[in-house]
Nanobody, 120 residues
Framework: QVQLVESGGGLVQPGGSLRLSCAAS????????GAWYRQAPGKQRELVAD???????NYADSAKGRFTISRDNSKNTVYLQMNSLKPEDTAVYYC??????????????WGQGTQVTVSS
């Protein structure tokens, strides 16, 4: 079963930090490009940041300077470090990745989402 499992969400005060993790299941041989998206209530899902296998990163304007995407290829895991959080960062955060299975097929996979709430 192809799975991306997110963790690290929660409730944090404005100005605080959270670190999200996205781990690939054992059925996944390799994670190529990984990304984090978010969806706030009543809004469309939007890209927050992405990272290639080689480490090239891309950020939404709202994330630049505050969020850092990184990865550990040995663990097939992608991270999102979020600092200086604002109430408008409140959303469900989803991991997305283009992955290669042991069968050599490729799949675009999504995690189940993790809630991030920024509130005092």
């Amino acid at each position: 079963q192809v799975q991306l499992v997110e963790s690290g969400g929660g409730l944090v005060q404005p100005g605080g930090s959270l670190r999200l993790s996205c781990a690939a299941s054992r059925s996944i041989f390799r994670v190529n490009t990984g990304a984090w998206y978010r969806q706030a209530p009543g809004k469309q899902r939007e890209l927050v940041a992405d990272i290639t296998r080689g480490g090239t990163t891309n950020y939404a304007d709202s994330a630049k300077g505050r969020f850092t995407i990184s990865r550990d290829n040995s663990k097939n895991t992608v991270y999102l470090q979020m600092n200086s959080l604002k109430p408008e960062d409140t959303a469900v955060y989803y991991c997305n990745a283009n992955v290669v299975l042991y069968s050599a097929s490729t799949v675009n996979a999504w995690g189940q989402g993790t809630q991030v709430t920024v509130s005092s």
